[in-house]
C-alpha cells in the first residue's frame, strides 16, 4: 500500500502578516490555511480588526473552543446574524432567518423540515441521485478535458434541492444563477453587486445585500401559493402547511427567508466539497487509487474529503455577555467568530492534520458546526450526495490530471473552487 502523501508545505506566517478580514488573502490555496495556522499556535482567540464601518471581530481558531462557543448559544447567540456584516436592528428582523434564530422558535422553524433531511428520509432519493450523477458524469467524462466545476460539480447539488423542493426541472438553471448571485457577493465574477462596495447600501435590506434575493422570494411565494392547502410532500410543502410548535405561524417574511436559505445553504457549499475532494484525490493519486481498489473506503472517505475542503470558512456568533475564552476577554456586543476550516486542521485533535489521508479513521471535524443548536440540517443530504458521485465516479475513470490553474473564489467565507480544468482518461 502506498503511504498517504502530505500536501504542499504551508507554515505559519507571522502574526502582523495575518488579515483574516481581508478577502484578497483568499484567493491563495495555501495563504488561508498559514495564517489559521499561525493563530491556532501564537493567538487561538485573536481580535482581527476590520475596515469601517465594520467593528472587528475575534477569531476562534481551536477545534475545542470553536466547540464550546458553538455549544453555548445563551452566551454566544446567533440572532446578532452570522457573517461578518453587521446588520442594524431595523433590518435584522426583516432579514432573519432559521440560522439567526435561536431558543424556542429556533426549534419550532428547525422542527419543520428536520425530519425531511434525516438519512431515512432521504433514502428513496437514493436512485434519483444515482441517475443525475451517472447522467452528469458521462456527459462530461465524453468531452475528455473540461471544467470539472461547470461539467461535474456547480449545478448537482441544487438539482438535487431542485427535486426535494419538487420544482419544475425547466426552472432549475434559474435557481443556479440565483445561488450563484447570492453567495459570491465577494467576487466579481459571480455578484451584480459587490458586498464592500458603496452601492450594495441600496440593498441592505436583502440578505446578502444581493438584488437577486428579490427574485428568489418571488419564486418561492408562487410556489408557496400553488401548494397550500394541498398534500405535497416537497420542502415548500412542509412549511406552508405545517404548524411551527411554539404557536407561532409563519410569517410571509419568515417563509421568504427560509426558502431563501434553503436555496443557498446546500448549494454553492456542497459544490465546494465535491470540487475540493476532486482536486484532493488528484493531487494524491495514491488516495484516488486505493479508493479505486476498495469502494467500501468510499463512505468512510467522505469525512475526509468534509474535513479536508472545509467548504464554509467561519460563522459568526455575538456575545451577549462579558466572558472570558482562553484569557481573552470578550465584551458584551463583540463579534465571535468560529473559523470552522481552522477547527478541521487542529494539530491537537487530528494527526498530521496536513496529510489528506481517506483511511482516516473517527474524523472529528466542525465543517457542519459541532453540538450546537445550527448543526447543519442538510448534513445527511451533503454526505449522500458526495458519497454517489465518488462511487459513481470513481469506476468510470483510469486517470485524472490538472489541465490548467485552480481559480478560487474570493472570499473569507467560502471556501471555494471555481475553476478546476481536467483531463480525464475513461477506464
Ligand atoms: C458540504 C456541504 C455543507 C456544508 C459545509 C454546510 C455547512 C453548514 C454549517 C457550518 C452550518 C452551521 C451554521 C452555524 O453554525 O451558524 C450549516 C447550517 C445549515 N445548513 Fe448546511 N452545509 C452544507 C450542506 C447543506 C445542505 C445540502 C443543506 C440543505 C438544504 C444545508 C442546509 C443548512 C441549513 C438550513 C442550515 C441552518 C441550520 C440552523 O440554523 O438550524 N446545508 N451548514
Request: with cysteine; net charge negative; charged share 30%.
Amino acid at each position: 500500500m502506498t503511504a498517504p502523501t502530505t500536501a504542499r508545505a504551508t507554515g505559519p506566517l507571522p502574526l502582523e502578516e495575518v488579515d483574516l478580514a481581508d478577502n484578497d488573502n483568499f484567493t491563495d490555496g495555501d495563504l488561508p490555511w498559514r495564517m489559521l495556522e499561525t493563530l491556532r499556535r501564537e493567538d487561538p482567540v485573536h481580535w482581527q480588526p476590520e475596515p469601517a464601518p465594520n467593528s472587528g471581530f475575534w477569531a476562534v481558531t481551536r477545534h475545542a473552543d470553536i466547540v464550546t462557543v458553538d455549544r453555548d448559544a445563551e452566551t454566544f447567540t446567533s440572532t446578532g446574524f452570522t457573517n461578518l456584516e453587521e446588520v442594524d436592528d431595523a433590518l435584522k428582523d426583516k432579514r432573519r432567518s432559521l440560522l439567526e434564530t435561536d431558543g424556542l422558535r429556533h426549534r419550532a422553524l428547525r422542527t419543520l423540515l428536520q425530519r425531511r433531511f434525516t438519512p431515512r428520509a432521504l433514502a428513496p432519493y437514493e436512485t434519483y441521485l444515482r441517475g443525475l450523477t451517472a447522467t452528469t458524469l458521462d456527459a462530461a467524462l465524453a468531452r475528455g478535458s473540461f471544467d470539472f466545476v461547470k461539467e461535474v460539480s456547480a449545478d448537482f447539488p441544487i438539482n438535487v434541492l431542485a427535486r426535494l423542493l419538487d420544482v419544475p426541472e425547466g426552472d432549475t438553471r434559474q435557481l443556479i444563477d440565483w445561488g450563484n448571485r447570492i453567495i459570491g457577493n465577494t467576487d466579481p465574477d459571480y455578484a451584480d453587486v459587490l458586498l464592500e462596495s458603496e452601492d450594495s447600501e441600496r440593498y441592505r435590506d436583502l440578505p446578502f445585500r444581493s438584488p437577486a434575493a428579490l427574485e428568489v422570494f418571488e419564486y418561492g411565494r408562487a410556489l408557496a401559493a400553488a401548494r397550500r392547502g394541498k398534500d405535497g410532500g416537497d420542502l415548500v410543502s412542509a412549511l406552508v402547511n405545517s404548524a411551527p410548535s411554539d404557536g407561532v405561524p409563519l410569517s410571509p417574511q419568515d417563509f421568504d427567508n427560509y426558502f431563501l436559505l434553503l436555496v443557498v445553504a446546500g448549494n454553492e457549499t456542497t459544490r465546494h466539497a465535491i470540487s475540493h475532494a476532486m482536486h484532493a484525490l488528484i493531487e494524491h493519486p495514491e488516495q484516488l487509487r486505493l479508493l479505486q481498489r476498495d469502494p467500501s473506503l468510499i463512505p468512510g472517505a467522505v469525512e475526509e474529503f468534509l474535513r479536508w475542503a472545509s467548504p464554509v470558512y467561519h460563522f459568526r456568533r455575538t456575545a451577549t455577555r462579558d466572558v472570558e475564552l482562553r484569557g481573552k476577554r470578550i465584551r458584551r456586543g463583540d463579534k465571535v467568530v468560529l473559523w470552522f476550516a481552522s477547527g478541521n486542521r487542529d494539530e491537537d485533535v487530528f494527526e498530521e492534520p496536513g496529510r489528506f489521508d481517506v483511511t482516516r479513521r473517527n474524523v472529528d471535524h466542525v465543517t457542519f458546526g459541532k453540538g450546537g443548536p445550527h448543526f447543519c440540517l442538510g448534513n445527511s443530504l451533503a454526505r449522500m450526495e458526495m458519497r454517489i458521485m465518488f462511487e459513481e465516479l470513481l469506476p468510470r475513470i483510469a486517470d485524472i490530471r490538472l489541465d490548467g490553474e485552480v481559480r478560487r473564489v474570493r472570499s473569507n467565507f467560502v471556501n471555494g473552487i471555481k475553476e478546476l480544468p481536467v483531463t480525464v482518461t475513461r477506464a
